[in-house]
């Protein structure tokens, strides 16, 4: 009997769980499940056959240890701070490892040793990283099958709220995990554009976003994502003079965050200023003083730095969050980004009944001979309500379907890789489509 591991019940995990159920049902496998909130995982599993709860602490050595060695193949969705505790068990242990998170130096470290022991440690197979590879490949793939050459790759991606269940001036709800939210955009980005490479520091990636229309949907915007240009060799697209790998949200979403960037409410390092302070508006009044070193209202603020036109759907915006509250601090609040967090949490939250939406647009444009070339590949999931969630559809379901894929020995492939190759997207693109996860193409 096969037996497949997974570290990590959160937001994520559900409808990974859900197919891993039906997948070890029908080939007589074994599924083991293991975070440290044991309620959620046996929430999950609901007695379903050949399936085990485990409540565990990660950093636990010996009974993570006791876990891998009893399994057959490793995925974790825990946090990507986690990841190299699980990550050197595996390769210890000579286990294969799935993750939806990129690839970091940690993992890097150990791919010599992955390779001499064969193993496949597959990472950046989920939605974003991970389907995007996927279909972007396949396209790159046949238009170098034709001889064509792709001259500009720009990559869209974004969890929203469905339009039915969009009702707060944000335009956003929460279907993943809020922390990553929060720190969206903290790395700066890096991208070419027109020949140019182009770096952005955390202060401008929200700014003056460019907005885009796709299919029938309200006006979207799209901010730079990390470092797009690490992914031009991975695609093999030198001769792209734009590569870029963006971020998409509604548009005012964009808007408003770009202040919370600028005052300077994510910051993880300032746990004097945030225990000086009893309430919200305390602490938002005390970020607002930094700016000039002077007491200064959101609507002073907004008249210095923002333009008019902006002024109102961003007041509104930070009215609806409650950063005027005179509610208490939460008592485990240690930094500004702890405090917005609490604050995304209670007034962003997808309520039961509510949807979330995943928005992906691929736009390439190629050259065959003397003839340019234009293909918009569009990719639009809904989820069914606020727990078996579109993110948790499009982050879990290619992790399932690979796991599956290996222990039936039709990916063999072996070493450390993301999922950029025909052996593993095709059969995992396939399916996905049964799952709903289909692309809409647009040729010109």
Known sequence: MKTILVFGAGKSATVLIDYLKATVAQKHWKLVVADANLQQVQAKLNNAPNTVAVELNVTNADERRILIEASDIVLSLLPPFLHSYV??????????????????????????????????????????????????????????????????FQSHCGGLVAPESDDNPWHYKISWNPRNIVMAGHAGAAYKENGELVQKSYNQVFENCTEITVDDLPALAWYPNRDSLGYIPLYGIEQASTCIRTTLRYADFCKGWDVVVDLDLTN??????????????EWFAAKLQLVEGRELSL???????VKEADHDIILEQFSFLGVDSNEALPANAKCSADVLQRLAEQKLALQPTEKDMIVMLHEIEYRKGNMQYAINSSLVVKGDDSIRTAMAKT???????????????????????????????????KELQQHGIVFNEQRR
Do not use: W
Not at 130 to 151: C, K, P, W, Y
Not at 268 to 281: F, G, H, I, P
């Open 395 to 429: 982050v879990g379901l290619p992790l399932g379907i690979a796991a599956k894929l290996i222990l039936e020995e039709k990916i063999k492939l072996k070493g450390l890789h993301i999922p950029t190759r025909k052996e593993i997207y095709e059969p995992v693109l």
């Open 299 to 305: 609507r002073m603020y907004l008249e210095l730095y």
């Open 87 to 152: 990550a050197k068990d595996c390769v210890a242990i000579g286990r294969h490892l799935l993750n939806a998170s990129y690839v970091d130096e940690n993992i890097k470290q150990l791919e010599a040793e992955i390779n001499s022991k064969e193993l496949l440690f597959l990472c950046e197979m989920g939605l974003d990283p991970g389907i995007d590879h996927m279909s972007a490949m396949q396209l790159f793939d046949e238009i170098r099958a034709n001889d064509g050459i792709v001259t500009s």
């Open 268 to 281: 993880e390092q300032d746990a004097e200023l945030v225990s000086k302070c009893s309430t919200y508006a």
